[in-house]
């Protein structure tokens, strides 16, 4: 079995740094705050306020690290925040080398590094298991006509990879 990585966007980086300064600024507010006697509903607040933060930050961090491919003879599983998703490379129809860019989303988690579920593209109406909003990917498309988009750090090798386990008759474009 061979896994992939996805190529993640670092648009996220800043906010994560963004969030890491908030949730420093409001447990100093909340230690000050109780130290020099300030009322303990002003305080709370600080908590809260962290409390959100973090929560925030650890989705940034930790959904796109739960994003990953593994292809194995019989089947691509995809990895992601929710669970996985297995397509028998037998139910494969096509697999192209694409340029993509996603545009609106509709019942799908986008946060900069995650893109998963139902997108409008430039290559149409596809579910996108991606780590970036734009950029190169293969684009896989099923006897059931679903296209599946994947954003893997390797797209050459995993696209050779898919050709070479392509079922008799399926298109290699």
């Given amino acids: 079995m061979k896994t992939f990585d996805p190529d993640l966007d670092t648009a ?6 963004a969030g ?3 949730m420093g600024a409001a447990l100093a507010y909340y230690a000050y705050g109780t130290a020099a006697g300030l009322p303990l509903g002003r305080a ?4 809260w ?4 933060v973090a929560f925030f930050v650890g989705l940034l961090w930790w959904m796109p690290a739960r994003l990953r491919y593994r292809l194995s003879d019989r089947d691509l599983e995809i990895q992601h925040f929710l669970g996985r998703r297995r397509i028998q490379l037998e139910n494969l129809r096509e697999v192209h080398e694409v340029t993509f860019a996603l545009g609106r989303r509709s019942g799908s988690a ?16 596809l579910t996108a298991y991606t780590g970036r909003a734009a950029g190169e990917g293969v684009l896989l498309v099923l006897h059931t006509g679903e296209q599946v988009l ?13 050709r070479s386990a392509l079922p008799e008759g399926a298109e290699e474009a």
Wanted: aromatic letters at 8%; glycine letters at 8%.
């Fill in 12 to 17: 996220g980086r800043p906010l994560r740094a």
């Fill in 20 to 22: 890491l300064l908030l």
């Fill in 44 to 47: 709370l607040v600080a908590v």
């Fill in 49 to 52: 306020v962290f409390l959100i």
């Fill in 110 to 125: 986008a946060l900069p590094g995650y893109y998963v579920g139902r997108f409008q593209s430039n290559l149409g109406r």
């Fill in 150 to 162: 994947l954003a893997p750090k390797r797209a050459r090798l995993m696209l050779a990879q898919l």
